[in-house]
């Protein structure tokens, strides 16, 4: 039963992962009528959100777009903060999304945010407690289960991050539509854009579902 749902989730990841690709190459081929790049778009939805304490800045790479809660930075890719495309406008809308959410205390987003030191800790050490786990689950089977729990905590991180990435998406459409940004020939492609994005993070959390299934059914059919 493992084995089909992990051969599922790679081979529904690879699907994901090559439509996401696609749709980023083709709406980053269409151009805004109005010349704004993604950095405009960025400073302007902060400033109508009320929000002045983020600042916009480039990092590099490709889809590398990420806010930083810490440092309240909104960090596009360089094809981002200076793209004119629809693409570009949706990811940088999508980061304020998240900008926004932070300074309206979304909810999902503070529990991700407090899970990150978890995470963090867990990336560190659950691969050589799983490892360990396994090979001394007759003797020590205790070292197993700290393993599972730690993964336990990355899926649920996973999780998490499905309510947050789609908020900021819909906070991102509807101020694109309000402002006039894109009109109804480009809001349907923003939409695109962003909802492939969305599976990326979907098929991620049941990959690492199916995972964490994985060791737990290790841990009890070899206990018994």
Request: proline content about 3%.
């Amino acid at each position: 039963m493992y084995w089909i749902l992990f051969i599922g989730t790679v081979v529904l990841s690879m699907a994901v992962s090559a439509l996401f690709n696609s749709r980023m190459k083709k709406y980053s081929s269409v151009m805004l009528p109005n010349g704004m790049t993604g950095a405009d778009i960025a400073r302007k939805m902060l400033r109508d959100n009320g929000i002045e304490d983020v600042q916009v800045s480039t990092v590099g790479g490709m889809l590398t777009d990420h806010y930083n809660p810490l440092n309240k930075t909104v960090n596009l890719s360089n094809g981002v903060f200076n793209g004119h495309s629809v693409a570009a406008a949706a990811i940088a809308a999508h980061e304020c999304g998240h900008a926004v959410q932070h300074a309206a205390a979304y909810a999902p987003l503070k529990m991700r945010s407090a899970l990150v030191p978890v995470v963090n800790f867990s990336s560190k050490y659950v691969t050589w407690l799983l490892l360990g786990g396994m090979l001394l689950l007759k003797t020590f089977p205790q070292l197993l289960l700290a393993g599972i729990v730690l993964f336990a905590a990355t899926t649920l991180f996973s999780f998490i991050t499905l309510p947050v990435e789609i908020n900021a998406s819909k906070r991102a459409l509807v101020w694109l539509r309000a402002e006039g940004v894109t009109d109804n020939t480009l809001q349907p492609m923003a939409e695109s854009a962003l909802r492939s994005a969305a599976y990326t993070y979907v098929v991620a959390a049941l990959t690492s579902l199916a995972t964490l299934i994985y060791y737990i059914m290790i841990f009890t059919s070899r206990r018994n």
